[in-house]
């Protein structure tokens, strides 16, 4: 027969819980909660970066159509850039590109003259100085024909020179070294002008006296 157990009248005491135990529970805690704000963080973060960047992709695709769009007053006309500097040319083409216009190129006074009877110029920019025919010539002759807008581009900056250049019928005068920026404000000034008055001739601008017939516009009698 076995002996009965002795029961134990003494309390079991849990082993003592120390700082120590408590400080690197504490640092358990911390650490994870840690972790879990930089997730939620980097994880808003990251949202939020690419809703900045979609926005950017957003304003610049609304700012390309802005500049690839041309006023509509200005849309599909043509420049001639006449100039014996193909260089001149080549940079006045890009800059009146971006604004939309087409660009026909020439370099001499015959040829922007033969450009002016074969094709729709809606406005002439030309120099002075050229082989073959000069910038005012060729002005003075265009003028017989047409009564589109004429910009002198001219290395020529004395007061004479420009009178003598509007006097022939040119409608401006820019004088070299240009901006090109400034350039095309004028192209544009000028194309304004002429879309709003249009190419017509109004029957105010001719005057009939003693069999003789003067277009005020063309500068022309007959």
């Given amino acids: 027969m076995e002996k009965p157990k002795k029961l134990s009248l003494k309390p079991e005491i849990p082993a003592p819980v120390t700082v120590e135990d408590d400080d690197e529970e504490l640092k358990q805690l911390e650490e994870q909660l840690r972790v879990n704000l930089d997730a939620d963080y980097f994880k808003w973060k990251d949202e939020q970066e690419e809703q900045e960047a979609a926005e950017e992709k957003r304003k610049i695709r609304r700012l390309s159509e802005q500049d690839q769009e ?10 001639l850039v006449c100039d014996d500097d193909k260089e001149i040319v080549d940079a006045i083409e890009i800059y009146l590109i971006q604004e939309g216009y087409q660009v026909v190129k020439a370099y001499d006074g015959e040829q922007a003259l033969e450009m002016l009877r074969t094709k729709k110029i809606d406005l002439m920019v030309i120099d002075v100085m050229m082989p073959k025919l000069d910038g005012i010539r060729a002005t003075f002759q265009a003028r017989k024909t047409s009564s589109i807008p004429i ?17 022939v019928g040119a ?5 070299k070294p240009f901006n090109p920026l400034e350039l095309v404000a004028r192209v544009k000034s000028q194309l304004r002008r002429y879309t709003t008055l249009s190419s017509t001739p109004s029957g105010d601008a001719v005057y009939e006296a003693g069999g003789l017939v003067i277009n005020d516009e063309l500068k022309k009698l007959r």
Wanted: charged letters at 40%; proline letters at 3%.
């Fill in 151 to 167: 910009i002198i581009l001219s290395a020529k900056t004395e007061d004479a020179d420009k009178i003598l250049g509007l006097n």
């Fill in 70 to 79: 041309p006023d509509r007053e200005d849309i599909r006309m043509t420049i």
């Fill in 171 to 175: 409608d401006d005068y820019v004088t």
